[in-house]
């Protein structure tokens, strides 16, 4: 059974950075696609961005392009979510999830939850000054 931990969320300045984990066990995230979601208080939870660990293709939110950056340890069976220059806007609980790579696309999977089977239970992110 596949298990996934967030980590690396706290309290940053807007423009500042964090570097988000998500460490899977149990199952190798070779065979999986693994997405970052947030959630702010009131919200929906959102497709943050998401990576196929078969071949590395990617997905980001509009909104986070060109300032997040999601990526791979194989080694470590770890996908990581660098943020940088952050907003307020940022502020929420993120959350890793795992789909299985040939039942979803990365698009599909950020924007539509297609196939998601697992679930991290998220690590808190705030900006604020």
């Known amino acids: 059974q596949l298990q996934l931990v967030e980590s690396g969320g706290g309290l940053v300045q807007p423009g500042g950075s964090l570097r988000l984990s998500c460490a899977a066990s149990?199952?190798?995230?070779?065979?999986?696609?693994i997405g970052w979601f947030r959630q702010a208080p009131g919200t929906e939870r959102e497709g943050v961005s998401c990576?196929?660990?078969?071949?590395?293709?990617?997905y980001y939110e509009d909104s986070v392009q060109g300032r997040f950056t999601i990526s791979r340890d194989h080694a470590k069976n770890t996908v990581y979510l660098q943020m940088n220059s952050l907003k307020h806007d940022d502020t929420a609980v993120y959350y890793c999830?795992?789909?299985?790579?040939?039942?979803?696309?990365?698009?599909?999977?950020?924007?539509?939850?297609?196939?998601?089977?697992?679930w991290g239970q998220g690590t808190q992110v705030t900006v604020s000054s």
């Open positions: 149990g199952l190798s995230l070779d065979y999986y696609s």
């Open positions: 990576i196929r660990t078969r071949d590395s293709s990617t």
């Open positions: 999830a795992a789909a299985p790579t040939y039942l979803t696309t990365v698009q599909a999977m950020c924007v539509m939850r297609s196939n998601i089977g697992y």
